[in-house]
């Protein structure tokens, strides 16, 4: 019996093979790739929900230092709006709300936690916004009617006529408002509508409490309602803060006292916030 022999064609063998071999690589590729994303997305996943923890451990931890500085105010004759102002602003400038002890007004490297604007203090540096935050806080915490509200003071740019660029607060009390600027340790007189100054330091502003609600820090109408209905104010009521006022803070052990206390959350707060920077 004889047999006969098929012989394979070398091209065809050799077609066949390549096509494998490309299907082979794409499939690879294609499996790769997928895991590829699918492991970023897991590991975005972890880093987002590790981000939520500290975000969330950090506010906590603000929140802690503002009800330990309210309580401060509170024992040590902050039983008025501008007593409070004044132990703030004492605490404030002489470093007893940040980490490194220093605190000094920086508007150009914005490091802030979204919502908490205050935290960003404990840095050691902080704008307008920052230094009214804490001190809106603590206020409402102390049981005030106080509002956080735009402002432009001696305009630079378009842009500052529009939306303004610094941020006062203002704390209704006993039938009185006052105008508190923790940035310019003073507070205003109220001469129009929206419009208040201080004659000791030069300083004029007008106020935009609908910006103030479009960046979501108040009520829009009651804060209109209060400048409309608010008495203007005597000259010789504006005050502000003297130096030996400010420096004679740094004898007090009680301040020493309330940032030892604090000092572990202000250095986890201060490291957050340098790392979202």
């Known amino acids: ?32 790739g997928s895991l590829i ?6 590991a975005n996943m972890y880093r987002m929900s590790n981000a939520t923890k500290q975000y969330e451990t950090t506010i906590s931890l603000y929140d802690e230092i503002v009800k330990e500085t309210a309580l401060y105010i509170q024992r040590n004759g902050g039983d008025n709006p501008e007593k409070c102002f004044r132990l703030y602003t004492q605490l404030l400038w002489n470093g007893y709300l940040t980490y490194n002890g220093n605190y000094r007004y920086n508007i150009e490297d914005q490091n802030n936690i979204i919502g908490n604007y205050g935290a960003r203090i404990a840095t050691g ?8 935050d804490f001190f809106y806080k603590v206020m409402k915490l102390l049981g005030y009617d ?3 509200v735009a402002c432009i003071q001696n305009p630079k740019l378009p842009q500052d006529f529009i939306m303004g660029n610094h941020m006062i607060t203002i704390v209704s009390y006993e039938g009185k408002e006052y105008y508190f600027d923790a940035t310019n340790v003073c ?5 129009g509508i929206n419009y208040i100054q201080n004659e000791n ?11 103030s609600y479009i960046y979501g820090y108040n009520d829009a109408i009651e804060t209109f309602h209060l400048l409309l209905n608010a008495p203007n ?3 010789g009521e504006a005050f502000e803060l003297g130096e ?3 420096n004679s803070i740094s004898v007090s052990k009680k301040i020493l006292v309330l940032r030892k206390q604090i000092e572990p959350q202000l250095q986890m707060i201060c490291n957050t916030i340098v790392s979202e920077g």
């Open 187 to 191: 507070s205003y007189q109220k001469v």
């Open 233 to 235: 104010l005597e000259s």
């Open 146 to 148: 106080v509002y956080l």
């Open 244 to 246: 030996q006022m400010v």
């Open 1 to 32: 019996m004889a047999y006969k022999l098929n012989k394979q064609n070398p091209y065809n063998h050799k077609k066949v093979s390549l096509k494998k071999r490309i299907c082979s690589v794409i499939l690879t590729m294609f499996i790769c």
């Open 201 to 211: 330091k030069g300083l004029e502003i007008v106020l935009k409490p609908l910006v």
């Open 125 to 132: 540096e902080g704008d307008c916004k920052n230094n009214e």
């Open 37 to 42: 994303i699918v492991s970023g997305r897991i």
